[in-house]
């Protein structure tokens, strides 16, 4: 039915293990098509309707029956409305977020989980950040096996949310990724664990993509197929489906191949570049595109084959080409698509603009995963909404005074320096319309100035990021606080290696002066709970909230603060942002207070 042999030397490979990849070179899956064909009635073949479970005699399956499937695949396959006029290219969009996990991975985990199952493995192991981790710990379970899911140190909990919810067992390792892929290779060797990720049998379940693809758009070939490259599994399993059609005869002929990385992460496209058949492991990478971020691709070369035997091109962009791209397909078609996933829209609008792609060309990009999986970097390029109490007043204000108007979302890098020294509100609406396309009011950049002058003060330069938190704490902030009678004037705070901080303040409540000390388990403990004693004979609150959010890199990163005083039944929330996060709390606290008067 199939054999397994090395990529490269194409010498056949007999595994006395579960680990189905060499340790330098990769391998692949070589399924017997002549005796495949004369088994199959191919009109009946390409009149059903496009599943996992149709395709399986295609794939390296022994007990059909017990096949591992969640309904995966029969994506949704959707005809660009106004995105495709735009670039001028008939443009198809292939909706692989709509898997059972979000992601394209589905399908290639259904058929390693199958085959581990098959060949009686205790567990899964794998090494993994993100998508693959997650799809191999749903399916795992479906099959009722352990999972154990290898990452560095350091990994946010939020990518492996899914993991914990399917069962699986998360082990962090002191190192990087590579440190984790390694080890995860020897424990499969050592317990008898089948080894996930992508190795032979994933591409196999991959090139399923480019066998629906056909069947969905009635056996006709499109010009042009856009895929992300991370590890190259994916866009080398799309030429391997679409070269197993064409020896079935099923097609005539095949697309030409568009691989599209990250310029951060650019290894496939370097080689493509110098013409090279090896691929040169990256030293580092640095791209936002976190599912394409790979410095080591494991299949590079099949992504090279993919792409050379296809007349194809290899092509890189920046991760502010990415966010634009995602935004633009949100805004335009409505669709949602994780950052790497958007790089294919991206690379088509690059290649469009070089004069590569002719015009009404019948374009396909593969949108990888969902936006929901990273939402974090259209966050970090989002504008926040203004908060407002509710009064019709508040909104037609902003509406009449064209608001709404600008930018929603900002593509530029983010480390640029805007201001030098503290800048005119002349300086700062220039910047507002330069950057973001908009216009406000003298109260907005009153508060926006205020804010950049607190900075300077703290001895910062202003970058585009640090502008971006101004405006974003002054928009997060109600515009109209009922009154500014609360307000300190200065605070001291003392604090040493293993005790207690205390802080002094001097506050200001309706003109008069009070004063406050209190100790606490840190410094902002210690200055939250002296602002409580300083107005313990004014106001009785309580804090019911206190939320913090590190908004840039380093140490003299922007501190957002947000915090809830509850009176009685009342609550009133107030805000702060300053690279000093004391600053920063006892911004929050002022306007908290100031909302109860």
């Given amino acids: 039915m199939y054999h397994l042999r090395d990529f490269v030397t194409k010498k056949i490979v007999n595994p006395d293990n579960l680990v189905f990849t060499g340790e330098t070179t990769p391998w692949e899956v070589v399924m017997d098509l002549d005796s495949i064909k004369s088994k199959m009635n191919l009109d009946y073949f390409r009149s059903s309707p496009p599943s996992l479970l149709k395709y399986l005699p295609l794939l390296p399956i022994t007990k059909q029956a017990e096949f591992i499937t969640l309904r995966e695949a029969a994506t949704p396959l959707i005809k660009s409305r106004r995105l495709g006029r735009n670039m001028g290219v008939e443009l198809y969009l292939k909706v692989e977020g709509k898997n059972p996990t979000g992601s394209f991975k589905d399908r290639g985990t259904a058929v390693e989980v199958s085959v581990a199952r098959e060949k009686g493995a205790k567990a899964i192991i794998l090494a993994s950040t993100g998508n693959m981790a997650a799809s191999c ?27 914990l919810a399917f069962g699986g067992h998360i082990v962090q390792v002191k190192g990087t990724y590579n440190d984790a892929a390694d080890l995860a290779y020897k424990i499969a060797v050592e317990m008898g664990f089948y080894l996930a990720g992508d190795y032979a049998f994933r591409l196999e379940g991959a090139k399923t993509a480019a066998f629906e693809v056909i069947d969905q758009m009635l056996f006709q070939v ?83 084959e993919a792409i050379n035997n296809t007349n194809g091109y290899a092509v890189a962009v920046t991760d502010n080409e990415i966010l634009a791209a995602q ?49 974090q970097v259209v966050l970090k390029a989002a504008i926040k909404p203004p908060t407002i109490y509710p009064q019709t007043k508040e909104f037609f204000s902003l509406y009449k005074n064209g608001f709404f108007d600008g930018k929603s979302m900002v593509f530029v890098e983010k480390s640029d320096v805007l201001f030098t020294k503290e800048p005119t509100k002349a300086e700062i609406s220039r910047e507002l319309q330069n950057l973001f396309s908009a216009t406000y009011g003298d109260d907005y950049l009153d508060k926006i100035q205020i804010s950049l002058a607190k900075m300077v003060q703290k001895g910062k330069t202003i970058t585009i990021s640090d502008f971006q938190d101004s405006i974003q704490s002054v928009l997060e902030s109600p515009k109209h606080i009922h009154s500014d009678v609360f307000s300190v004037l200065d605070f001291f705070v003392d604090t040493a290696k293993d005790k207690k901080a205390n802080a002094n303040v001097r506050v200001s409540i309706a003109g008069q002066e009070y004063i406050g000390n209190a100790d606490g388990t840190g410094p902002v403990d210690a200055v939250i709970k002296a ?43 107030g805000s702060g942002t300053s690279p000093d996060i004391i600053q920063a709390s006892i911004e929050a606290f002022a306007e908290a207070y100031n909302g109860f008067n």
């Fill in 531 to 573: 602002l409580t004693h300083a107005c313990r004979d004014t106001l009785e609150f309580k804090l019911t909230d206190y939320k913090v959010e590190i908004r840039g890199q380093g140490t003299d990163a922007n501190v957002y603060v947000e915090m809830k005083l509850q009176q009685d039944s009342h609550n009133s929330i």
């Fill in 137 to 163: 710990a749903c399916y795992a379970a479906a099959a009722d096996l352990p999972c154990f899911i290898l990452v560095p140190e350091g990994v946010p909990p939020g990518k492996l949310s899914q993991v």
């Fill in 327 to 375: 935004h633009r397909m949100a805004k335009e078609e409505g669709i949602f698509a994780e950052s790497s996933a958007a790089a294919t829209i991206a690379g088509l609008q690059k290649l469009i603009d070089q004069g590569k792609i002719d015009a009404h060309k019948k374009v396909m990009c593969i949108l990888t995963g969902d936006g929901l999986k990273d939402p």
């Fill in 222 to 304: 499109p010009d042009y197929l856009v895929v992300p490259i991370g590890c190259g599994t994916n866009i080398g399993g799309y030429y391997k489906g679409f070269m197993d059609y064409y020896r079935l005869g099923l097609i005539d002929r095949l697309p030409r191949i568009i691989g599209v990385q990250a310029t951060g992460a650019q290894a496939v496209v370097n080689s493509f570049d110098a013409k090279s058949d090896v691929i040169e492991i990256l030293p580092s990478i640095n791209t936002l595109a976190s599912a394409i971020a790979v410095a080591n691709p494991i299949d590079g070369l099949k992504a090279l």
